[in-house]
Structures are given as C-alpha cells and as structure tokens.
C-alpha cells in the first residue's frame, strides 16, 4: 500500500520542527544575550553594529530575542495543552461513556465555559491575580477544557456505536476496558488534530495578552511584548514591528498546518479509500 | 419554531445566569477581599475599610452578588471605584465607538470570505482556488493585532493617508469618525475573513460531492447552474454554525484591535480598568462580553435552523 | 427494425492511471428493458455516469457512444446538459441523499420541466402535480410541498422517478433504485418502473447487483465483471445457458428461494472481488476460475452474435 | 435433551425514546418489539424477517442481553448467557476495532470473560475454522476484503465456544461472489458445532437457506412464526403473504450440471 503523505503535514511538521528547534538551541545558546541592554546602539538596523537583525529601542539583540521568544511560547502552548488534554478529554470520555445525567451536566457546563473565549478569561484572571505567564497559560488552558470535551464526547459517541463495542458490551466489558482498549484509541487521532489546533490558538492568545501587557512580563523574551514596544517606533524601525510578527505567523501556520495535515491523513474517507484499494 | 424559540430562550437565560456567578466568584470571592485587590498592598487601613463600605463588602456574597444582577438587569452597572464614574452610561458611551467597529469588521469578512471562500471551493483543483486558499491559510496565522500593526506602519507612518490610531467623535465629525474606523475594521474583518474563507471554501466543496448535486446535474443544470440553485444554499447551512464562533472571536478580537489604534471603546476600557485594577467594570464588561456571546450564538443556531426544514420540523 | 436507441463502442473510464472500465461494447434496442449485472469494482455505475456525463471530477471516459447519429463524448458540455434530464434521465440508489434537503418536492419535480420545456412556474407545478399522481404517490397536492426528509423512502424513490420521467425521456438509467429500499417496496417501485418505461416506450438500463430483479423485469442482460463486459445476450438465454463461467457461478451461488439445496451448500466462488486497479491481466475472473488456463492471460474478445461471451473456455 | 427450551422469550416488549427535541417538548416513545413470544432450542436454526424497523436488530439486542425488556421476560437456560451467546453483525468494518490486530480481536472475549485457553492454539483453531491463513493473525481489519473481515468476526464469535450465534444480516454488506462463501461457513460452523442459530435477513432467499424455522416480524410483533417448508407453502399472515409476493424469483436457473 502507498501512502502519499499530505503536503499540509510536510509544511507543519517542518515549520513545527523549526520553532523546536530554535526553542531548544535557545536554551543552550543565543547569539547574543537576550536580556543584555546597549542603550548607545539602540534601533541598529540590520547587520550594524554587528546585530544580525538589528537591535530593539534597548539595544537588545533582536535575533536573540526572538530566539528567546520561541521557547516561551512554545512554554505556553504546552502548559495550555496539557491542562486541557488532561482535564477534558477523561470529561469527554466519560461523558460518552455514561451518558445519561453525567454528560449532561459535562455538556452544560462546557456550554457555559464556551461562551468565554480563551482571552476574556485571560483578561479576567489577569485582573483578578497578578498578571504573568502562570495566570495567562492557566486562563487559556482552563478555556480550553470544554472544547476538547465535546470533540472527545462527539468522538467517543461514535465509538460508542460501533458494533465492536457491541460485541465488547456482550461479553460484560466494563466501562474501564471499553475506555482504554476501544474508546481512547480510536478518538485519539482526533485528539491529536485538536491539540494541534489548540497549540495554535493558544500561541495567538499568548501573543495578544503579552501584547496587551497582560500575558508575560517585561523582563522575559516574548514575541507580542515586542510587538507591544516596536509600536513605538515604527518611524524609527518599522523591521522591529515585522519579525516577531513573522515568527508568530509561522508558528501558528505550522501548527495549523500540522492539524489540517494529521486530519486529512485520518480523514475517513481517505482511510476508507486506502482499506479499498 | 416558537417552542423552540422559547425553549432556547431559556437556555440563553439559564447560561447567563451560570455565567454571571462564575463571573462573581472570580472576581469577588477567589481573591479573598476584592478592595486590597483593587488598593493593592499598599493601601492605608482607612482607605481600605471605607472601600469596603464602598462596595458593601460587610454584606455576605449572595446578597451582593443579587445587588450586582438586579442592577444591571435596571440599567445600574455601579460606580467605579477608581473613576467614581457611574459604569453604565460609560459603556453607553463606549459602544458607539465598539458596536461600529464590530460591524464594520464583520462585514468586511464577509465581504472577502463569501466570493473568495465559494471561488476558492468552486476551482479548489486549480491554481486560482490553491492562490485562495494558501493565502487564507496564511491570513489565519496573522494575529489581529499585527495586522493592525502592520497597516499603521504603511497607511499611517509611510503614506500618511489615516491617522495613526485614536478616535474623532461622531459627534465632531461624522466623516473623521468613519476614517479613523477604517484601518481597524480592515484589520478586523480581513483576519476573521481570512478564517471564515477556509469554512466557505470546505463547505462549497463538500456540498458539490453531494448526492443531490450529481441529481441536479442529472436534470440537465450546468455546473453553475446546479451550484446556484441547489449547491450554496446547502452549503450555506455549515457556514453559519460556524459564524457563532466566528463572530466570538470577532467580539474578543475588537479589544485588542481598540488597543492597537487607542480606540476608545469597550476594550480600551477593559483594558484600563484591569491596569488600574478596577474590579466593578472589570466585571460588568466581561458580563457584557460573554452575554454577547451567548446572544451572538442564540441567534446563529435559530437561523441555522431557520434555514434547514429537516431541523425545523422537529 | 429501428435504429437502436443508444451505442457504445470501445468506452473507457479512467481513474488516474488505472483503467476502471477497461473498453466496454454495448447497445441498447430501441424501447428494450436491459439489466446491467455487476459487483463492486464492475465498473457498471461509471459506465452509466460516463453515458449521463455525470462522471466525478478527475475521471475521464473515453470511446464512443452513440445517439441519434451522435457521439456523446464529441458534444459539447452545453449540448450534453440539454440531453441530461431531457432525452437520458437517471434514477439513483440512494433517493434520500440524491434529493435537495432544502427544496420541496414540487419544485424538484418541476425542475427539468422548467429547463426544459420552459414551463412557467404554474404551468410546472401543475405538471408536478400530475406525475406525482402518476407514480402514484398519496396525496400528490400536498406532497409537491413537502422536503424530502418528509418522506418515506419509498415515496422518495418514487419522486426521483417522476422527475426522470418528466420529460418523457428515450432513455432511461436505474442505477439500483431499490436496493436501498424494502422487499415490499422494492415490488412495488420495480413495478411502478416497468409500467412507465412500457407505456412510454421508454429504454431502460436497470444496473443493480441482483439477478432475480433482472430476471423479472429485463429482455436483455449484460453482465460485467472488472471493468469488462463478460457476456451479454437475451435474459431467459443467458440465465438459462450461461456460457461465461463467472455468469453461471453467480447463478448458483444464490440460495434458491423455492427449493431446499438436497446437501444445504451452495457452490461457491473462491476468493474476492479484487479492487480497482487489482484485476489480473487479460480475463479479470481467471484468478477466480475453475476453468483457468495459460490462455486466459490475454483478454479474449466478445464472441458470438444473438448471445457473445468473452471467454477463452465458455460453457456450451 | 432437556425438554424446557434454551431461550424462552415471553411477552417481550421493548420501547425506546427518542432525544427530546426541546425542553418543553414531551420525550416521545417508539416500540421496537411488542409482545413477542419466541422458543429456541439447542441446535435450532430460526429466521427473523422483516421490513427494516420491524423490530428484528432490537429482538437480536434483546436476546445478547444488552439491555432488558420493559416488559415481559427472557430466559436463558443455559449456564452463563455472556459466553454462550455470540453474535455477527452485517458490518464487519464497522464490527472490528480498527486499531486492533486480527489475534487481539480474536481472543478479546477470552481475556474479557477471562477463560483459561491455550491463546495461541485456540488462536490457529479459529483462524482454521474460519479458513484464514494463519499469517492474518498479526494484521489489521482494514487490510482484509470484505468477505475474510467477516470470517474475523465469525472467529471472534467462535472463541468463547457459543451455543447460540446471532447473526444480523450477515451477508447483506458483502458482493454477491462472496456470500456463498460464508452462507457455507455458517451452516457448516452450525452443524459442526451443533450451534443454536438465529438468523436475521431481510432476504428470505438466505432465511430459507439456513434456516428450519422462520418468525415474520411486522411493527414490532412476530405475525407469523412457522416451519420453514410450510410458511413458504401456507402463509397465513397477511404480511407475510405479501412478503413471499414481492420477493423478486430468479425466473430462470441453469439446469444442474454433472460436476465437472
């Protein structure tokens, strides 16, 4: 059987591969330090002053920072993940599992959560607790949960209607067994494309919030607090406005790309038309 | 459709209440004492005691909680703390400036997504419908607020056609309040557009592998013809679910865009008020914001339903 | 004798690379009812869209098909979509995805007529209204304004059916129409079907995978099998004295409905139909045959005139 | 042989509500089976035909014990209902966990019932008596044809050794070459193993052919339930009589042959 990977998840998975990569070469090393202030050789252009990309109204290194800025976004994404997977999809599972009453109050719930979009409750959480990176990554993970509980529920339904499980339910399959060797398997491609979703989304919540100033604090390399500042001077250096920009284009791109990659691959029609031939 | 109506109704109100206490409870009784939040650490026992008068803090949660809903529910929205300013005719006010700002952009994506979304679904195997839909995709990854960034940079600082952010009062001059929209309408809308262009396109393209498209044709309708008649109305239906979600984050997308171009409208507002740790219009906004939502997408799932029989029967 | 109603000649349906009906020779006699019999993979549904033009985007049929001293494949779409609905007209397996969910059933029905014979919008609807009585749907007044979903299939097959008819077609293609459907119903469409085609002078293509519905309601047979037709001839001749060794597998693979099999096992046909592109060359049935032979891997000819089969190795 | 038979079904009837359209509305109800009475034996072959929603799949459901009748009542006379009633479905896709092997789909009822087999014995047993290569043990359904995909799920419904096999429209999903192949499997694993069948069709060409006795189900009641011979000869249901009326007859049949 030949299996023809889609493009979209040859474009995400190396524009994906790319902001890891820079996220963990930043860790070890960035050409200059980020953090280092040169206020005589503030808004270099590019290559002066031996700034590769110029520097920033402090006299930062702007490739430095940007490197710098991957790893915290990258940071967020994941926290923002994580909470979600964690406590959504075993809410969605069980939800689809039991039914009745359960998923009942799981969906209203979610229902309820939904109508306050990731950065509402950023902003919210921000104003109630201090604001920074832990608030901001809690918000949006916490806004996170009920989507991936109804994607998990809708999935596991299906699931849930399959013959197999059927069968399973014949034997006295218990909740637990179908969970694990039926449920979660099989809903888990579409777990993966929603976590690839989510990781973009949350990469754009991160950039707003910081750009508000509400998300990271000055101090720490963040892709929309340098945004925040090169509004500034876009007379001066209007390039400083472009790059952060450009790097949060291309991560959200990447992750987008990598879901709408995944899911073609998973696409059942396109499964289906595999088993055929 | 009119028990639907009221039974939907009732859901509307149920999730705003919901809504409304997971509001109060974050704001009034996670933080412990919401003055030393609003006065920070800071602040003299004197101060403290007299805001806490201020708010009623002597009154227990439930009491408070029933004065804050029962007030906005009469137009009341409080007196900010910080401002002393009553919160309601403020918002009032502020909405000239959002309600404008959120219409503009939404029709500025559907202005782009519709024909370019039904193109790009029509010729989805040509290089036109690829163009389309690389772009959109792209277009997608773009945060709000960089294009908006970006348009000041070259409308505003390079060509100099609009000011750079801020707002003339309709009142002043009509024409200037219009200009001073434009770049963060355009901003808006060509970002959610982008998005929405990627449901136009899936939803064109999956109605034209349906059944009744093949039987369409099958009548003797051209292509064309069959997509006209039978192919955009059916397409249309996944479309406007997904306009709910759109138009939310349009919502959350004009407070960062009122931001970009020192807009004075609710976002800015919001966004000052959290600065200056202003909790009564931190509140009364995101109760605001998040009904909305919820009415944006009552709204949508009634004219989804309105516009399919199969649902409207049942 | 009449000129036949339709010819093809050398048809040719490509997917990609892969060959799915792989150069097909038919002819349907002027007012003839002929079944189509084939499984999965047989490449009868295509051969039906490649007639109608219907095919999906990215197939592409090749040969000709000959009507009224035309080749189908050399008009233009224009002229092709003037025929559709009009002269050819297809009924199709599935009537509750093949309907407009949106549309009421009157206006579905008046549709071809509108195109077609420019009917006003009255004018259609009254003539909507007459071919619903005509197949014989309850109720017909109120059923013109009903959506589909409003319907029970059978109503809706029957709907499908008055829009194929609606201009009196020369020919018309019934890809399954009732295998969706039950027994009962099943009955009573076939029915509803043979009548019109009879009273109309209607040619009839009747595809479906079920020999006992073509024995019932079809003078001819034509009987594919990867992409090929294998044997073809009148209905009574070739189920009676089938000379393909496929055509009499399939006869007695099926449980007879009045008589008890004397040892309760059928004859079976080993293996699977292989997928598309997965056929053998030359005959498409050797790896399944009994009768296989060196010969069998170049593709022999359709032999013989009143009943030709294509076969190295035919039954006599 | 025991003379009280292994399933006793009396008065059974089974309702089911369909999802409430909005919160006022009142939550509709339909019934799938009514009244229903049914005896099966040891070793008995019975039919159930039908028009779609007759109530058919639901009698099936019943009788695997998935859920309880609202009224009336089964009974099992066996030992142990979980492992000795099996069933097939029409969709064998639909029937196997795409995610797992053919051998883990095998012997999943053997884990789950936890019985103490030799797995990879009864693993090549079953994969024999179904006629799959030993080598399909390690692969996965979507790389089957529709036909050997049944013959998975039959080895499954083989494992825990069953007396009875149900059987929802076994063959109706699979192309008309195929089904002869497991018509004689099931009527060979039938007698082999001395199974109860049932049997669930809507074409009562395949009813007739495995079946000695066939119930006619119509709206949820069994109209007509008769020896196979005899509800062909002397229907006396009316539905019944309109059933065998509009099964479509192979009108000619090639006349047998000497065996070649």
Same mark, same amino acid.
């Not at chain 3, 009903?146 to 319907?151: F, G, K, R, T």
């Given at each position: 059987m030949r299996r023809r990977l889609p493009p979209s998840l040859l474009a995400g998975g190396v524009l994906v591969a790319l902001v890891v990569l820079v996220a963990v070469v930043a860790t070890i090393w960035t050409p200059r330090n980020p953090t280092q202030v040169d206020v005589v050789r503030r808004l270099s252009g590019i290559g002066q002053n031996g700034f590769l990309l110029g520097s920033d109204q402090l006299g930062r290194d702007e490739l430095s920072l940007l490197m710098a800025g991957a790893r915290t976004t990258l940071l967020v994404g994941v926290v923002t993940v994580v909470i979600a997977v964690a406590v959504g999809v075993p809410l969605g599972g069980l939800a689809a599992l039991f039914g009745g009453a359960l998923e009942e109050a799981v969906m209203r719930v979610s229902d309820v959560l939904l109508a306050f979009p990731a950065l509402v409750l950023a902003i919210l959480f921000a104003a109630v607790f201090r604001p920074g990176t832990v608030t901001a990554m809690a918000a949006i993970g916490i806004a996170f949960v009920p989507s991936f509980a109804r994607v998990v529920r809708g999935a596991g339904l299906q699931v849930m209607e399959q013959d197999y499980v059927t069968v399973a339910r014949g034997w006295g399959s218990g909740p637990l067994r179908l969970m694990v060797r039926h449920l979660l398997p099989n809903v888990g491609s579409v777990i993966i494309v929603q976590a690839t979703v989510a990781f973009a989304i949350a990469i754009l919540a991160e950039a707003s919030l910081s750009y508000l100033g509400l998300g990271t604090t000055p101090g720490t390399p963040s892709w929309g607090l340098m945004l925040a500042e090169a509004q500034t001077y876009l007379a001066q250096a209007p390039l400083l406005g472009v790059w952060p920009g450009l790097c949060i284009g291309l991560s959200v791109l990447g992750f987008s790309l990598l879901g709408d990659g995944i899911r073609d691959l998973l696409d059942p029609r396109l499964v289906e038309r595999m088993a055929q031939t | 459709m009119g028990p639907l109506i009221l039974s939907r109704a009732a859901g509307l109100v149920v999730a705003l209440v919901a809504a409304s206490v997971l509001i109060f409870v974050v704001v009034?009784?996670?933080?412990?004492d919401p003055a030393s939040v609003i006065l920070g650490t800071a602040a003299t026992p004197g101060a403290l005691a007299q805001l806490r008068q201020q708010l009623g803090l002597d009154q227990p949660a439930w009491v408070r909680y029933l004065e804050w809903v029962g007030g906005m529910l009469h137009g009341d929205f409080g007196i900010s703390p910080i401002s002393r300013i009553p919160v309601g005719p403020e918002i009032l006010q502020k909405l000239t400036v959002s309600a404008p700002l959120a219409l503009g952009g939404t029709l500025v994506a559907l202005v782009v997504a519709i024909p370019l979304g039904a193109l790009a679904g029509i010729r989805h195997r040509r290089p036109s419908g690829v163009v389309i839909s690389a772009l959109s995709l792209g277009g997608m990854a773009v945060p709000a607020f960089w294009a908006g960034l970006l348009l000041i940079s070259l409308f505003a600082v390079r060509l100099q056609l609009v000011p750079s952010g801020g707002f003339v009062p309709w009142s002043q001059d009509p024409l200037g309040s219009l200009t001073s929209l434009a770049l963060p309408c355009l901003a808006l809308g060509l970002v959610q557009g982008a998005v929405l262009t990627r449901y136009v396109r899936s939803a064109v393209i999956d109605v034209q592998r349906q059944d009744f498209m093949r039987t369409a044709r099958a009548q003797g309708l051209s292509r064309w013809q069959a997509l006209v008649r039978h192919g955009f109305r059916n397409a249309a239906i996944p479309v406007v679910t997904v306009l709910g979600i759109q138009l939310t984050s349009l919502i959350v997308g004009a407070v960062v865009i009122e931001n970009v171009f020192d807009l004075p409208g609710l976002g800015l507002l919001l966004f000052q008020a959290v600065g200056n740790r202003d909790l009564v219009t931190v509140q009364d906004l995101v109760m605001l914001l998040t009904a909305a939502v919820l009415v944006v997408n009552l709204v949508v799932d009634l004219s989804y339903r309105l516009l399919d029989p199969r649902i409207r029967a049942r | 004798m009449s000129a036949p109603a339709l010819e093809v000649r050398g048809l040719q349906v490509l997917v990609g690379e892969t060959e799915a009906v792989r150069g097909v020779d038919f002819t349907l006699e002027q007012g003839a009812r002929t079944g189509l019999i084939g499984e999965s993979g047989s490449g009868k549904t295509l051969t039906a869209l490649a007639v109608m033009d219907l095919l999906p985007d990215g197939l592409v049929a090749r040969g000709e098909i000959w009507y009224r001293g035309r080749d189908l494949l050399r008009l233009s779409e224009r002229e092709r979509s003037r025929l559709r609905g009009d002269r050819l007209t297809m009924v199709f397996q599935e009537p509750l995805s093949a309907l407009d969910p949106l549309m009421r059933v009157g206006d579905q029905v008046a549709e071809p007529l509108r195109l077609h014979?420019?009917?006003s919008r009255t004018e259609a609807r009254a003539r909507a209204r007459e071919l619903l009585e005509r197949v014989q749907l309850p109720d017909p007044v109120e059923r013109l304004r009903?959506?589909?979903?409003?319907?029970s299939g059978g109503q809706r097959q029957r709907v499908m059916i008055a829009m194929a008819v609606a201009c009196s077609p020369d020919i018309l293609i019934a890809d399954e129409p009732t295998t969706a459907l039950d027994v009962t119903v099943q009955a009573e469409i076939l029915a509803l079907l043979e009548r019109l085609v009879r009273e109309e002078g209607t040619t009839l293509l009747l595809i479906t995978h079920d020999l006992a519905i073509v024995s019932q309601v079809c003078d001819q047979v034509l009987v594919m099998y990867g992409g090929r037709i294998v044997e073809a001839g009148p209905t009574a001749e070739v189920f009676s004295h089938p000379r393909h060794p496929y055509t009499l597998a399939l006869l007695e693979a099926i449980p007879p409905i009045d008589q008890q099999l004397p040892n309760g096992r059928l004859t079976q046909i080993p293996g699977a139909v292989p997928g598309l592109g997965e056929f053998p060359s030359g005959c498409p049935f050797r790896t399944r045959c009994l009768r296989e032979t060196s010969c069998c891997s170049t593709m022999p000819e359709m032999a013989g005139t009143s009943h030709p089969v294509a076969c190295w190795h035919p039954l006599s | 042989m025991s003379s009280s038979p292994l399933f006793e079904v009396r008065g059974v009837t089974k309702r089911y509500r369909l999802p #409430?359209?909005?919160?006022f509305a009142r939550r509709r109800e339909i019934v799938a089976v009514s009244r229903v009475d049914l005896d099966l034996n040891d070793s008995d072959s019975l039919g159930l035909v039908g028009d779609s929603g007759a109530g058919k799949s639901t009698l099936l459901r019943l009788l695997l014990g998935l859920e309880p009748p609202d009224e009336g009542s089964i009974r099992y006379q066996g030992e142990w209902r979980r492992r000795e009633v099996q069933i097939v479905f029409q969709d064998p896709t639909r029937a196997l966990d795409p995610r797992m092997t053919v051998a883990e789909i095998v012997l999943e009822p053997l884990r789950v019932l936890r019985l103490r087999e030799p797995m990879s014995t009864r693993l090549s047993e079953l994969l024999d008596a179904v006629g799959l @290569?030993? =080598? =399909? =043990?390690? #692969?996965? @359904?979507?790389?089957?044809s529709g036909g050997q995909r049944q013959r998975i799920a039959i080895a499954r419904a083989l494992a825990p050794r069953p007396r009875v096999l149900l059987a929802d429209e076994p063959v109706s999903a699979l192309d008309v070459s195929v089904r002869a192949q497991i018509l004689n499997l099931l009527h060979d694993l039938r007698d082999l193993y001395g199974l109860a069948l049932v049997l669930v069709s809507h074409d009562l060409s395949v009813v007739r052919h495995l079946c000695d006795r066939i119930a006619v189900m119509h709206r949820g009641e069994v109209v007509e339930q008769q020896q196979t011979q005899s509800l062909f000869t002397a229907p006396t249901h009316p539905y019944t009589v309109r059933l065998l009326e509009a099964i479509p007859r192979l009108r000619w049949r090639p006349s047998p042959r000497p065996s070649e």
């Open positions: - | 009034n009784v996670l933080p412990g | 014979r420019r009917l009903a959506y589909p979903h409003q319907l | #409430r359209t909005s919160v @290569p030993r =080598a =399909a =043990a390690d #692969r996965y @359904p979507h790389e089957f």
